[in-house]
């Protein structure tokens, strides 16, 4: 039972343009949400993350935008920079539980020059 | 500030041996979780801790597997009778008090043959 579906397997974007990566969950219980950033060989690092208060959380380049209705959640990265080509995995958590994650398959994307 | 560290980096094992796999967290940090990430898959959680007690080993996949954590703070991954659907990357993470975000280690390649 995949709680945490990222349906993309991967996305090429040309640099500069905007890259949207999208999840979609299943259980209504989750209330916190992240999304991490993997490079081959490292630990995933964490990118950015929103509260089920909210609608839109932005950080610099990164917007995460979550649709509760839906049960759907996106991460916009815009201009997209070459160092941003990784695989990006989104994860979702029931804050007043133990903190453990649920991910997502996760999504490669590579950005051309 | 050193992150979280795991060793070793690399594991080649035999069908049937046990593997003890290692965890040092971000000093100071009172949980620590344990998920490991099977080829093309997301990261699947394993177990939690908070300080030296393991109040959630729902994700260990069988009694194969067994951890512990000492002194709140290194952690031990134990696998014995290892299979080859074991061969994974496990990864650990930890988090502060005010559970902002877990920082994850590089993780442990095992393959077992």
């Known amino acids: 039972d995949q709680q945490v579906k990222q349906n993309s397997p991967s996305l090429s974007v040309q640099e500069g343009r905007i890259s949207i990566l999208n999840c979609d969950y299943t259980?209504?219980?989750?209330?916190?949400f992240l999304w991490y950033k993997k490079y081959p060989a490292e630990g995933p690092t964490f990118l950015i993350s929103?509260?089920?208060?909210?609608d839109k959380n932005e950080d610099g380049r990164f917007t995460v935008f979550l649709n509760k209705s839906a049960k759907h959640l996106s991460l916009h990265i815009v201009p997209s920079q070459p160092g941003d080509s990784a695989v990006y995995f989104c994860?979702?958590?029931?804050?007043?539980?133990?903190?453990?994650?649920?991910f997502g398959q996760g999504t490669t994307l590579q950005v051309k020059p | 500030g050193a992150g979280v560290s795991q060793s070793p980096s690399n594991k080649v094992t035999e069908k049937g041996k046990d593997v003890e796999l290692r965890c040092d967290p971000i000093s100071g940090h009172t949980a620590l979780y344990w998920y490991r990430q099977s080829l093309g898959q997301g990261l699947e959680f394993l177990i939690y801790f908070q300080g030296n007690s393991a109040p959630d080993k729902s994700g260990l996949p069988s009694d194969r597997f067994s951890a512990e954590r000492t002194g709140g703070s290194v952690s031990t991954l134990t696998i014995q009778r290892t299979q080859q659907e074991d061969s994974a990357v496990y990864l650990c993470?930890?988090?502060?008090?005010?559970?902002?975000?877990?920082?994850f280690g590089p993780g442990t390649r095992l393959l077992v043959l």
């Open positions: 993470a930890s988090e502060g008090r005010g559970r902002e975000t877990q920082y």
């Open positions: 994860a979702a958590t029931v804050s007043s539980n133990t903190g453990k994650l649920i």
């Open positions: 259980n209504s219980m989750f209330d916190y």
């Open positions: 929103i509260s089920s208060i909210k």
